[in-house]
């Protein structure tokens, strides 16, 4: 049966890679941003296009009601953001690590519940954290990015959370790590591609199972520290 896959964040980056990717394998794509317009090539080649902030519970909730009990094999929670610019101990901006918590930790976990029913509705059942690398608290050997940094550790324990919450669903919860990409946020000098990445990520979660939910991923399938 098609596939079914909703991703935020996708009008640009690893995100709308992930769409053009999954649109290539003939699945049905659910593309959200909080500028629809960003998705209008996208949705020339096939998408569905919502619009989604992913910290406004509002539009979540119109989300949720535009899609109803449709199925949703794969969730995508990709919108991320790096942070602000100071994030160092002694110079921290906390109002924006607040800010980065909504985006990262608590938009994530948001869409996640108001979408579970969804989620369990389907034949894959599996939801997708974009975490980093820098969330893992074992390869920290730089503060650099503090405020990113917690961030995506604490996602890390969100999907922890949810994977054990939903395996009586049947739902797999993973995180993962896209690699160093060049997008925006990764910037030019990274040396994987977004369309490397998307690849990997989807291989990723394509492959999910029972045992491999709940535990931390790289892109290219090898599991990652905590
Ligand atoms: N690039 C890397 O090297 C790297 C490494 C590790 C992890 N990651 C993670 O991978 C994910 C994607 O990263 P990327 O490199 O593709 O980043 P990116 O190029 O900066 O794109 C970020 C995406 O998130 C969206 N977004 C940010 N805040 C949002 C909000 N409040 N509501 C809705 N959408 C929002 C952006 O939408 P707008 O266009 O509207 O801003 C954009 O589509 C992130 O979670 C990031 O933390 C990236």
Known sequence: MTKTVLITGAGRGIGR?????????????IACARTVSDLDDLVAKGAEAYPLEVTDLDAINALKASLGDRPIDVLINNAGIIGPERQ??????????????????FAPYRVSEALVDNVAASDHRTIVM?????????LSTSSDRFIYRTSKAALNQVMNCLAIEWKPRGIRVISTHPGWVSTDMGGSAAPVTPAESA??????????????????WNYDGKEMPW
């Open 17 to 29: 890679q992930m769409v053009l990717q999954y649109l290539a394998k003939g699945a049905k794509v």
């Open 88 to 105: 160092a101990v002694g110079d921290m901006d906390i109002d924006g690590w607040r800010q980065t918590m909504e985006v990262n930790v």
């Open 130 to 138: 974009l975490s980093s690398q820098m969330g893992s608290i074992e």
């Open 199 to 216: 690849a990997g990520l989807i291989a990723v979660a394509e492959g999910v199972t029972d045992t491999s939910s709940g535990r931390f």
